[in-house]
């Protein structure tokens, strides 16, 4: 085998998360930056919290807003639907 070819393993490396929680574990790095830990993620903490990023729930959201607005207007049924198309049907004649 090869020697000194692996990285040095540091035992106290810092974990900082944007919560502002910090721990100590081990790494290869000294410092390792974090945006969810377990004490701000929504699994650990029991509430629920969206993280966003780039606006994605609110696209998502609106995506389903516009479903159900188009899904309310559609007739619904064999009858409704052949209603509606003589309906239409007259109105452009």
């Known amino acids: 085998m090869k020697k000194d070819i692996h990285p040095k393993y540091n035992k106290n490396c810092h974990v900082k998360c944007a919560c502002g929680n910090n ?12 945006e969810i830990c377990s004490a701000c993620h929504p699994f650990y903490t029991g509430k629920q919290k969206l993280v966003d990023t780039a606006r994605r729930v609110e696209k998502y959201q ?6 159900k607005d188009i899904a309310a207007e ?6 409704k639907i052949r209603r509606a198309v003589k309906k239409a049907a007259k109105a452009a004649a």
Do not use: C, Q, R
């Open 23 to 34: 721990f100590i574990t081990g790494s290869t790095k000294d410092e390792i930056y974090v």
């Open 62 to 67: 609106a995506k389903t807003a516009k479903a």
């Open 74 to 79: 559609k007739p619904t049924g064999k009858k």
